[in-house]
């Protein structure tokens, strides 16, 4: 069970209870808006779940594990903590069996989570959502998996960007996602995928790339949907990609090299500028910031805001480049336009409403797996934040 089953209306994706009166956002930050009572108990939203109990006794009659979500999104609290009342409610009231600890509360000690959960004598399953990663130093991790990337799409630059994030906790002499403690880039897209012709190919490509890096498999669409549950049973119940992701040989699977796209792609990357022609011939002209011409390049090409996913640098290839986009000097969004401004290049997005301009930068590769987590980052040339 995900977000959204608290009785509350401080939220920041609007997710409104229609049994209480509208809850003004600024308060929420501030804790005045919970989804707690005056004991400190979660109070359920009755809409949608009128009798919980009953529903984690359903699944446990069909022989499923019930798992529950806290430290919540939606309904966003800022106050006080509720550890304690929390693990009660989950453990003794409701019998729940797992739960997703999320970041965007007040209660972000998952170490006293499960120091709470242990204590009641029953296993307990834990995603951590970014509150912490296992100590890279000890390997303590007082989790089962841990979410290492962001919200995932069904999309193939989603699944690779995801996947990517695992690196960190996988490429390393002594990997922090193992058995017991897994690095998860999120819930599986199998079954979410637009339909068309690469449908199913890009499925099993998600699929088994799951496998590969030893993501807990978690199925994220509707199992009553009998249509897209046969479509996809074959991919889901694959026994060779089942075996690869259960089997453990002393590492999860991680990225070992990135190599060149094929397509016809190309984008702006960082090197040095030793006056060879892809460097030399940059122009300015009605807002465009036109490339150098060089071959496989038919036409004149421009450079756009869009990133591409950008893959680490690993221990066996360090030699990958992230950039921006070039494309067709007529397809810039309509309004949008390059600006040369004293010492910076800068970009105005025609599509947003903004009175800020986004800036070109250029930042040196980052590559040093003996200081900790997210210290590798390939060279990149990228626009700042809106």
Known sequence: MDDGWQHCNCSVRQDLDPTLPKCDGDLCFGGHCSWHDSRGMPIV????????????????????????????????????????QDVSWMVSEMSFDGVK???????????HWAELFNSTGKAIRIENCHNSWPDFDTGFCPMNFFRTGGDISPSVSSIVEEAYATVNAADLPEPRS??????????????????????????????????????????????EDSAKLDRVWDIITNTDALAVSTAWHGHPGTLIKAYPATSSKMQVVLDQCDGSHVTIGWQFEQGRLIAPKISPMKEAMCLRSETMPCPPPTTYSNGARCG???????????????????????????????????????????????AGYFVRKAPTVGLTAA
């Open 45 to 84: 939203r009755k809409d949608r779940f009128p009798d919980m109990k009953a529903l984690v006794d359903f699944g446990h009659s069909r022989g499923l594990k019930v798992g529950t979500y806290l430290n919540n999104c939606i309904c966003n609290e800022h106050g006080p903590t509720h550890y304690e």
């Open 101 to 111: 600890i999320d970041s965007c509360g007040s209660s972000q000690n998952v170490s």
């Open 178 to 223: 193992r058995p017991g403690c897994w690095a998860y880039p999120d819930m599986s897209e199998v079954g979410n995928f637009p339909a068309g012709p690469h449908q199913q190919d890009q499925e099993r490509t998600h699929w088994g790339l799951w496998c590969i890096v030893s993501s807990p498999l978690i199925l994220g669409f509707d199992l």
């Open 324 to 370: 921006l986009a070039l494309g067709n000097c007529s397809e810039l969004p309509p309004g949008s336009h390059w600006d040369a401004v004293q010492s910076t290049i800068q970009w105005w997005d025609g599509h947003k409403t903004t009175t800020k301009p986004r800036c070109l930068y250029a930042n040196p590769q980052d590559f040093n797996t003996s």
